[in-house]
């Protein structure tokens, strides 16, 4: 009887050290890195895409001015590095940077057809990663009558899975942010699907994700059973027949 009380006391004073670890709190480190393929309308000089520092085939510029691609506009697919938790949303693991630089950009095609391969890797905690395509139609380039990638949807996102210990990565979707360029005031934007661009501005295009924990119960379930079995040690206790001492 000793034996099984004392055991009951040991598992319960395990439970109370696992709640006072905070279930939301694994961390996850990771990052992605993007490149571009032509599909259609996109060929030199008028259009190309070239290597920068972020990698191999990863920015595609369109004919800016009348003297070849200087100044041009450009698509960017940027690397992204990121470190957090569970608990956290709304966090960005992909990014493309567009800056409108194309003022005159004679012969420039008005639609182009580019491929983005979005490549996400994480480190922690383990190892996984996921690639997923997206079939971008880059509407007109030039600054006028504005430029923007229509026929945008979430549905894109869903080659993006990942398999992480005790960690749900879910909620994929689309965000714009605005980025002054050339001292003008951006006035890029979001809506119906389509990422916008107006002359002389710049915005990116960022991929969110939420983090979330699973197979580990809430502290406050963990604190429930470590009272349970405490409770019943103590009772058990009570309950032990008292041995008389010889007199």
């Known amino acids: 009887m000793h034996n099984r009380t004392t055991r009951w006391i040991r598992i319960a004073a395990a439970l109370l050290a696992l709640a006072s670890v905070d279930a939301q709190a694994i961390a996850i480190y990771g990052a992605s890195s993007g490149s571009f393929v032509a599909t259609a309308n996109c060929a030199a000089p008028q259009c190309q895409i070239v290597n920068t520092a972020n990698g191999p085939n990863s920015q595609v510029q369109w004919l800016g001015g009348f003297w070849g ?3 041009s506009s450009a698509l960017t697919a940027d690397p992204v590095h ?12 992909g990014e493309l ?3 409108d630089n194309s003022i005159w950009g004679l012969g420039a095609p008005n639609t182009s057809g580019i491929d983005w391969l979005l490549n996400v890797a994480f480190t922690t905690p383990g190892s996984s990663s996921g ?6 139609s880059i509407a007109n380039p030039l600054p006028s009558p504005g430029s923007g990638t229509p026929g945008m949807s979430l549905s894109d996102l869903n080659g993006l899975s990942f398999s ?6 879910n909620d994929f979707r689309y965000s714009v942010i605005n980025l002054p360029a050339a001292g003008a005031a951006s006035n890029c934007r979001a809506g ?6 107006c002359g002389a501005s710049a915005g990116a295009l960022l991929i969110t994700a939420d ?3 699973i197979g580990i ?9 470590a009272a349970g079995l405490l409770g019943a040690g103590i009772v058990a206790i009570r309950h032990q027949p008292r041995v008389a001492r010889a007199r």
């Open 192 to 197: 119906d699907y389509f990422w916008g661009w």
């Open 82 to 93: 990121f470190g957090t938790s569970t608990g956290a949303s709304n966090v960005v693991i």
């Open 211 to 213: 983090f979330s924990s």
């Open 217 to 225: 119960p809430e502290p406050s379930l963990l604190l429930l059973l």
């Open 164 to 169: 992480l210990a005790n960690v749900v990565v």
């Open 131 to 136: 690639v997923q395509l997206f079939n971008l």
């Open 69 to 71: 691609l200087s100044g």
């Open 97 to 99: 940077t567009w800056v």
